[in-house]
């Protein structure tokens, strides 16, 4: 009974060691990321170079749908932007990564996502 006691805290020592040898503490998202959760970007804005693209991160399995334009209180309002890029309802979800760009002109654009009131990003370009 000892025997497979020890076996089994063998066994089990192991498998904790291979997860956190296969975890890092370090993030390893792509630049210039903007994390979203279930309703809302986790950031409001970010500030890129120009030519530069931006990664959207789906960290919960909520589906978003993402698009040019801005939240007015209850009502969307869609507006491309001129020199932004055309972004016309992308559909994100699942723990995933979307890029969106390259930003080619300098400015202030907006995106929303068209299902979640409220949840816009103001994407500034240098």
């Known amino acids: 009974m000892f025997r497979a006691f020890i076996s089994m805290l063998s066994l089990c020592s192991i498998m904790l060691l291979s997860m956190v040898a296969c ?8 630049p210039n990321s903007v994390h979203m959760s279930d309703t809302s970007f986790t950031q409001s804005s970010i500030t ?26 209850e009502t969307a309002k869609p507006a491309i932007e001129a020199g932004v890029p055309q972004v016309d309802k992308i559909q994100t979800s699942g723990n995933s990564t979307t890029a ?3 930003f080619t002109t ?12 409220g949840m816009q990003l103001e994407v500034i370009v240098q």
Do not use: Q, R
């Open 23 to 30: 975890s890092s503490g370090a993030s390893s998202d792509a």
């Open 48 to 73: 890129i170079k120009k030519g530069e693209s931006i990664n959207l991160v789906a960290d919960t399995y909520t589906p978003h749908i993402i698009a040019n334009g801005t939240w007015d209180g």
């Open 100 to 102: 969106i760009g390259p």
């Open 106 to 117: 300098a400015g202030t654009f907006h995106l929303y996502c068209t299902v979640h009131k």
